[in-house]
Nanobody, 125 residues
Framework: QVKLVESGGGLVQAGGSLRLSCIAS????????MGWFRQAPGKEREFVAT????????YYADSAKGRFTISRDNAKNTVDLQMNSLKPEDTAVYYC??????????????????WGQGTQVTVSS
């Protein structure tokens, strides 16, 4: 079992920045590819970004490319999402996600083995 706890959400004006952080516990963090997903009100949860076990091999949704950066620190068991140039349409609950141990990077719900509880990001216009 991997427990994931997110932090860093909040209210920000359009054009601003937020940094989300997720800390993991319970297993060897470096064994798991990690990702971030989000769910806006009335919409399905969608993929945002993912990163490989060693910190290489990042991949982003088109909506996040050029604005968001995912990173991880295996020594600290953390994965972060730096979000810049935020837009009102980025408003959502953001979820930290772990893929299967030694598995593929999670780019869709079916590839996620563990979820965090979510953190709210609200971008005002």
């Amino acid at each position: 079992q991997v427990k994931l706890v997110e932090s860093g959400g909040g209210l920000v004006q359009a054009g601003g920045s937020l940094r989300l952080s997720c800390i993991a516990s319970g297993r060897t963090f470096g064994d798991y590819p990690m990702g971030w997903f989000r769910q806006a009100p009335g919409k399905e949860r969608e993929f945002v970004a993912t990163i490989g076990r060693s910190g290489t091999g990042t991949y982003y949704a088109d909506s996040a490319k050029g604005r968001f950066t995912i990173s991880r620190d295996n020594a600290k068991n953390t994965v972060d999402l730096q979000m810049n140039s935020l837009k009102p349409e980025d408003t959502a609950v953001y979820y930290c996600a772990a893929g299967s141990q030694f598995g593929l990077k999670p780019t869709h719900d079916r590839a996620v083995a563990f979820w965090g509880q979510g953190t709210q990001v609200t971008v005002s216009s």
